[in-house]
């Protein structure tokens, strides 16, 4: 059995990563004959007043003193009276019970949101006035529980 022939391509690889090899610990050499140390000041970058990076430090005459006790902290804690509300008012602007789906206009924000059969809670038609749940779909917000919206009555 003979040895396998290389192809010219082959070589001509072979040969380019040779040469690239041997530049890059040419490179290397150099580097350490020319025996440039990096130290830890040449790395420092300083922050100015403005948020730009720059090599120089800052200038002391500039620098203000905070007053720690003067720094308010603060918790802010859930507050169920400033949570949004999730239950919306809307109208249907389209709906075709054929294919499963349709869109209601919100009243407040005017947005259009997709609502699905499945998330019906009674059946709705165009220009119904209903009451739903925004809720994450696959694709954006999406309407949930939708069912008619109906009047309280006081008297009744």
Do not use: C
Request: hydrophobic residues 30%; positive net charge; glycine residues 8%.
């Amino acid at each position: 059995m003979g040895r396998s022939q290389g192809t010219y391509n082959k070589k001509e690889v072979r040969k380019k990563q040779d040469k690239k090899r041997k530049e890059k610990s040419e490179k290397r050499a150099k580097k350490k004959s020319e025996g440039k140390k990096s130290s830890f000041d040449d790395m420092i970058a300083y922050v100015d007043e403005f948020g730009q990076i720059t090599a120089t430090p800052p200038d002391p005459d500039k620098k203000s003193v905070v007053d720690a006790d003067s720094i308010e902290l603060k918790i802010t804690r859930n507050n169920p009276q400033a949570s949004p509300d999730y239950i919306r008012k809307g109208v249907v602007t389209f709906f075709n019970w054929s294919k499963g789906y349709g869109f209601i206009r919100d009243s407040v924000s005017q947005q259009s949101i997709f609502v699905h059969a499945n998330s019906l809670l009674e059946p709705v038609k165009e220009n119904d006035v209903v009451v739903y749940e925004i809720g994450k779909g696959p694709k954006g917000p999406a309407a949930m529980k939708v069912k008619l919206f109906r009047e309280q009555q006081d008297g009744a």
